[in-house]
């Protein structure tokens, strides 16, 4: 963890990728300063890392780093579901409870669907899991009981989030991807959640063709995820 006079960020090792450090601000609506970044990459630098990558941010939070040297890597478009206890439930596979013993598969299945280096390892999907104050983890198994499609939800005051949703590719097309939102958005209605964000890469016609499918609707605004190398000079 470091910290800094604006703000706080946890650090961890990007999945699959130990000489990457994945900055995870703790307060999205803080922001930390210039020069609280500035220490951090110091610091990050000293511990052998050889870049810092940041999980998705917001315009704001892009135009503090922007400056500071940082780079676009990925653009996320942004969209929200303002009516999850309408969904209709229809004929879907049924899912089950993702527990920790079945993470390892869960990030097999997530690496396949998202390659690098954009896949999840074990600790990481941990991580998704803790983002939130509560949260629900699903997977779907094929016809052998293996695990071949997951979800995670989470929940924060009174917004729900889709957090991550990753199908093999081999069972894509089959109605696991639509069975695992419709079930994120039920448990959403539940709890009386009326809004429920995901995002998506721009370029992901799939993803947001399911999305848009079950009533979630694109936002104009996008998100960003940014690097920066370390070890180079500052700006």
């Known amino acids: ?135 629900r983890a699903r997977w779907i198994a094929d016809d052998d009981g293996a695990l071949v499609a997951y979800a995670i939800s989470g929940r924060d005051s009174r917004v729900g989030f889709l957090q991550r949703l990753a199908v093999h590719p081999e069972a894509q097309r089959r109605g696991h991807g639509r069975a695992l939102v419709v079930d994120s958005l039920h448990w959403a209605a539940r709890w009386r959640i009326e809004r429920v964000l995901v995002n998506t890469h721009v370029d992901n016609a799939a993803a947001l063709d399911l999305y848009t499918s079950v009533g979630f609707v694109r936002l104009d605004e996008e998100l960003t995820v940014l690097e920066k190398r370390l070890g180079t000079s500052r700006p």
């Open 1 to 135: 963890m470091l910290r800094g006079r604006g703000a706080a960020c946890r650090i961890r090792p990007w999945s699959n990728d130990p000489g990457v450090a994945q900055m995870i601000l703790y307060n999205q609506r803080r922001l930390p300063t210039p020069g609280d970044v500035l220490r951090w990459i110091d610091q990050l630098g000293d511990r052998g890392y050889r870049s810092l990558r940041t999980g998705a941010l917001n315009r704001a939070q892009a135009r503090l780093l922007e400056p500071l040297g940082f780079v676009e890597l990925q653009r996320l478009a942004l969209l929200e579901h303002h009516s999850p206890r309408d969904v209709a439930h229809g004929t879907v596979p049924p899912t089950q409870r993702l527990l920790p013993g079945a993470h390892p598969a869960a990030s097999v299945v997530d690496g396949l669907a998202f390659g690098h280096p954009w896949g999840l390892d074990t600790s990481a999907i941990a991580d998704v899991c803790d983002a939130t104050r509560r949260h």
